[in-house]
């Protein structure tokens, strides 16, 4: 069965650290992978997706920046934090069949002080 | 543009009683599908229930059931006989496909409380 894990659950960070948020695949080959954030009380905002090695689109100009090195990672990072990067990043996987719905990891929230 | 809307940021209800979450959709495409997601204060994202632009019934799922207006562009969400581990945010959510994008965006949600 497909898994999808993230790390790590809780992290917080001085304004201006860099920021390294990773997620993994199991189970599945070329899944779509997706970072969302969710800022508190507020609604999911899709930051990143892609399709494949090396392939990122970006949803939203911001401080953060996706990368995809192998086929069942994906990784979020920033090179300084800003107190607005402050949230809850969950990562997604697409499942290609049935309905079609994203499968998600258990999320990471970022304190940045 | 593609658009999804939750225009209750909080609900309460009580146990036993059906309950009805609203979410209002914004696309020009013929084909797309929506989901509803519930959200624990866990933080995990639980999928409830799905329903797709053709399809003529409304979909459910136990207590769970979508009530589906096309024309109006709604998708609500219908909770029957709620129950305290009902109290969770909800999301409404839009499948998106055109070209090589294919993603879900999500409204804004709604914390539901259930009380005894």
């Known amino acids: 069965s497909q898994t999808i894990h993230q790390w790590p659950a809780t992290l917080v960070q001085p304004v201006g650290s860099p920021l390294s948020l990773e997620c993994t695949v199991e189970?599945?080959?070329?899944?779509?992978l997706y970072w969302y954030r969710q800022a508190a009380g507020r609604g999911l905002q899709l930051l990143f997706y892609?399709?494949?090695?090396?392939?990122i689109s970006s949803e939203v100009p911001q401080n953060l920046s996706a990368s995809r090195p192998q086929d069942r990672q994906f990784i979020l990072s920033s090179k300084k934090l800003l107190l607005s990067d402050s949230g809850f990043y969950l990562c997604?996987?697409?499942?290609?069949?049935?309905?079609?719905?994203?499968?998600f990891g258990e999320g990471s929230r970022l304190t940045v002080l | 543009a593609q658009k999804i809307t939750q225009t209750q940021p909080g609900m309460f209800v009580q146990e036993k009683e059906a309950v009805t979450l609203d979410c209002t959709y914004d696309?020009?495409?013929?084909?797309?599908?929506l989901f509803w997601y519930k959200q624990p204060s866990s933080g995990e994202m639980i999928f409830l229930i799905y329903?797709?632009?053709?399809?003529?019934q409304n979909a459910t799922e136990g207590r769970y059931s979508l009530n589906f207006q096309k024309a109006r562009k709604s998708a609500n969400l219908v909770i029957s006989a709620s129950q305290l581990g009902d109290s969770a945010m909800y999301f409404c959510?839009?499948?998106?496909?055109?070209?090589?994008?294919?993603?879900?965006?999500f409204g804004t949600g709604t914390r539901l409380q259930v009380f005894p």
């Open positions: 997604a996987w697409l499942s290609v069949r049935g309905t079609g719905e994203l499968f």
């Open positions: 189970g599945t080959s070329n899944p779509n």
């Open positions: 892609s399709v494949g090695i090396g392939q």
């Open positions: 696309t020009s495409d013929q084909s797309y599908g």
């Open positions: 329903q797709g632009s053709y399809d003529e």
């Open positions: 959510a839009m499948r998106v496909r055109r070209g090589n994008t294919d993603k879900l965006i």
